[in-house]
């Protein structure tokens, strides 16, 4: 989610400052990695060693995000890409978005999410104190009709910030919606309870804000409406930091982390913190119906504490991080993201074990296994089955975290990254029963081990029998092998090639 920011965003700071456009050479290397049917075919390391985050695509272009702005590379041979630009734009968390609003078939606008206060909106702007009454955070928009020099075309202000933020089409409005999830880490300008916001503002922030982009004009883009959360059935209504051992953070939040739409299928699926949940899309307005949920799921306690075995059924959540859809629609994948690794008391280990704190007492509650994926039917919130890698020489800490689904007739294939434990494909095609078909990880803690933010399918073209290719972003400040491609010979059976992809968009349904 990347409180890991708060590990590494000083290191973030120093560096986004002189960032540099020149490409790293892709010194793939096999040695130290464990795996099996899958092998990288490429890295390219972020020169200013910042964070790097999310992905998009379209064509023959892969946008990857990181702290220091975007890197766009030229992907058309998967075995070799090469780097097109390099924008430096300093705003964490870097979260990116791209659509073709002209219709001449290339992206030309670029959507990039800040979650750090900053001196301003344009690119060169600094970090300022979080509580600054002046600071700002939220999306800037750029113009990336001519790859090679983007440009910012402009920004739109979010109480709270932008964390991540899902984009996709209205067309018979002739225009983007985009869904800014964010919540209070610290007290910013419009967020939090700490110093308190304007009068008006719900401390836990409470919200996930829209915003509306004319396609004829993307620079025009403002916000439209701000969307209600609330956690139906939970006691207090909120996600409490220190009953998770965190500290440091904002007392609490009540807000999404990250949102995936179904077009096809009219569903909304948000990770909120405190729970999954499933919302329908509006057909009249094309905005979520988030006050009324078809459905919640939360796991919070594990019935038989923690063993680290990561075949034990009884498990919890510590964050539910994110959501992605099969493509036929029918089942839905949420993760949670553990916090072992942020927390100094928890055990430092893979599975992850986290602490359950009462935060009145400062009493343990629970050891718990944590950081798994977890697969519930879409329509009803029916848990089917939950997942977690085991590897018995992996020591360090690692959770689940970004990841997508493949369009492949008669399988269901997820393609997941782990931080500290690498990348995956697990078949769920019986989703009470997913398994792992392929996986690389580079073993080991620290600058030595993978360290994986984001891992997807993207494929243009197909062929049966041609192995799967997936795209990987690794790496938190200060090391990091940035963006990678994988390719693996465990699932080459027909796909359904796309022209682009918001992974966290799924426009169509595809059925066997």
Same mark, same amino acid.
């Given at each position: 989610?990347?409180?890991?920011?708060? /590990?590494?965003?000083?290191?973030?700071?120093?560096?986004?400052?002189?960032?540099?456009?020149?490409?790293?050479?892709?010194?793939?290397?096999?040695?130290?990695?464990?795996?099996?049917?899958?092998?990288?075919?490429?890295?390219?390391?972020?020169?200013?060693?910042?964070?790097?985050?999310?992905? *998009?695509?379209?064509?023959?272009?892969? %946008?990857?995000?990181?702290?220091?702005?975007?890197?766009?590379?030229?992907?058309?041979?998967?075995?070799?890409?090469?780097?097109?630009?390099?924008?430096?734009?300093?705003?964490?968390?870097?979260?990116?978005?791209?659509?073709?609003?002209?219709?001449?078939?290339?992206?030309?606008?670029?959507?990039?999410?800040?979650? $750090?206060? +900053?001196?301003?909106?344009?690119?060169?702007?600094?970090?300022?104190?979080?509580?600054?009454?002046?600071?700002?955070?939220?999306?800037?928009?750029?113009?990336?009709?001519?790859?090679?020099?983007?440009?910012?075309?402009?920004?739109?202000?979010?109480?709270?910030?932008?964390?991540?933020?899902?984009?996709?089409?209205?067309?018979?409005?002739?225009?983007?919606?985009?869904?800014?999830?964010?919540?209070?880490?610290?007290?910013?300008?419009?967020?939090?309870?700490?110093?308190?916001?304007?009068?008006? /503002?719900?401390?836990?922030?409470?919200?996930?804000?829209?915003?509306?982009?004319?396609?004829?004009?993307?620079?025009?883009?403002?916000? !439209?409406?701000?969307?209600?959360?609330?956690?139906?059935?939970?006691?207090?209504?909120?996600?409490?930091?220190?009953?998770?051992?965190?500290?440091?953070? #904002?007392?609490?939040?009540?807000?999404?982390?990250?949102? &995936?739409?179904?077009?096809?299928?009219? !569903?909304?699926?948000?990770?909120?913190?405190?729970? *999954?949940?499933?919302?329908?899309?509006?057909?009249?307005?094309?905005?979520?119906?988030?006050?009324?949920?078809?459905?919640?799921?939360?796991?919070?306690?594990? #019935?038989?504490?923690?063993?680290?075995?990561?075949?034990?059924?009884?498990?919890?959540?510590?964050?539910?991080?994110?959501?992605?859809?099969?493509?036929?629609?029918?089942?839905?994948?949420?993760?949670?993201? $553990?916090?072992?690794?942020?927390?100094?008391?928890?055990?430092?280990?893979?599975?992850?074990?986290?602490?359950?704190?009462?935060?009145?007492?400062?009493?343990?509650?629970?050891?718990?296994?944590?950081?798994?994926? %977890?697969?519930?039917?879409?329509?009803?919130?029916?848990?089917?089955?939950?997942?977690?890698?085991?590897?018995?020489?992996?020591?360090?800490?690692?959770?689940?975290?970004?990841?997508?689904?493949?369009?492949?007739?008669?399988?269901?294939?997820?393609?997941?990254?782990?931080?500290?434990?690498?990348?995956?494909?697990?078949?769920?095609?019986?989703?009470?029963?997913?398994?792992?078909?392929?996986?690389?990880?580079?073993?080991?803690?620290?600058?030595?081990?993978?360290?994986?933010?984001?891992?997807?399918?993207? #494929?243009?073209?197909?062929?049966?029998? &041609?192995?799967?290719?997936?795209?990987?972003?690794?790496?938190?400040?200060?090391?990091?092998?940035?963006?990678?491609?994988? $390719?693996?010979? *465990?699932?080459?059976? /027909?796909?359904?090639? +796309?022209?682009? !992809?918001?992974?966290?968009?799924?426009?169509?349904?595809?059925?066997?």
């Amino acid at each position: 989610m990347s409180l890991k920011q708060r /590990r590494f965003i000083l290191c973030a700071l120093v560096l986004a400052v002189g960032m540099l456009t020149a490409n790293v050479p892709a010194a793939v290397s096999q040695d130290a990695a464990q795996s099996e049917n899958m092998e990288i075919l490429f890295s390219s390391q972020n020169p200013t060693m910042a964070t790097n985050s999310d992905l *998009a695509f379209w064509g023959d272009l892969a %946008y990857a995000g990181n702290y220091g702005g975007f890197r766009i590379f030229d992907i058309s041979d998967p075995s070799d890409p090469s780097l097109v630009s390099n924008m430096s734009c300093f705003g964490p968390q870097g979260d990116v978005s791209v659509w073709d609003t002209d219709g001449n078939g290339d992206a030309d606008v670029l959507f990039s999410s800040v979650d $750090s206060t +900053l001196s301003g909106p344009e690119c060169g702007a600094t970090s300022v104190p979080s509580t600054t009454p002046t600071g700002w955070e939220g999306i800037r928009i750029f113009d990336i009709s001519d790859p090679a020099n983007p440009s910012q075309i402009g920004a739109v202000y979010q109480d709270c910030g932008s964390h991540t933020h899902t984009l996709y089409p209205d067309e018979e409005r002739d225009r983007l919606l985009i869904l800014n999830a964010s919540y209070p880490l610290s007290s910013g300008p419009t967020c939090g309870q700490t110093t308190g916001p304007p009068a008006g /503002r719900d401390p836990l922030h409470g919200v996930v804000q829209v915003i509306e982009v004319p396609m004829d004009d993307p620079a025009a883009a403002a916000e !439209l409406t701000e969307l209600p959360i609330n956690y139906p059935g939970d006691p207090d209504n909120k996600f409490i930091w220190g009953e998770h051992g965190l500290t440091g953070q #904002e007392p609490a939040a009540r807000a999404c982390h990250d949102i &995936a739409v179904h077009m096809g299928e009219m !569903l909304v699926a948000a990770a909120c913190a405190e729970q *999954a949940q499933m919302w329908r899309l509006d057909p009249d307005t094309m905005l979520p119906d988030t006050a009324d949920p078809l459905w919640v799921y939360d796991n919070p306690f594990d #019935e038989n504490g923690a063993t680290g075995d990561p075949n034990d059924p009884h498990t919890a959540i510590d964050f539910w991080h994110s959501a992605t859809f099969s493509w036929d629609g029918t089942i839905v994948n949420y993760s949670d993201e $553990s916090f072992a690794g942020f927390d100094p008391q928890a055990p430092q280990a893979c599975p992850p074990i986290s602490r359950k704190i009462n935060t009145e007492t400062g009493e343990l509650i629970q050891l718990a296994d944590t950081g798994r994926t %977890y697969f519930l039917r879409a329509r009803t919130g029916r848990f089917l089955s939950q997942f977690m890698i085991d590897r018995p020489d992996e020591t360090a800490y690692c959770s689940t975290h970004q990841g997508n689904s493949v369009p492949m007739p008669g399988r269901k294939l997820l393609i997941q990254a782990w931080y500290e434990g690498g990348v995956n494909i697990i078949d769920f095609t019986a989703p009470k029963n997913p398994r792992e078909i392929a996986y690389f990880d580079f073993a080991g803690a620290g600058t030595e081990g993978s360290d994986n933010w984001a891992h997807y399918w993207y #494929e243009q073209d197909t062929t049966s029998g &041609a192995p799967l290719i997936t795209y990987g972003q690794d790496g938190h400040s200060g090391h990091g092998r940035g963006f990678e491609v994988f $390719s693996s010979t *465990a699932a080459m059976g /027909r796909r359904i090639g +796309l022209d682009h !992809l918001n992974p966290q968009t799924q426009e169509v349904v595809m059925r066997p």
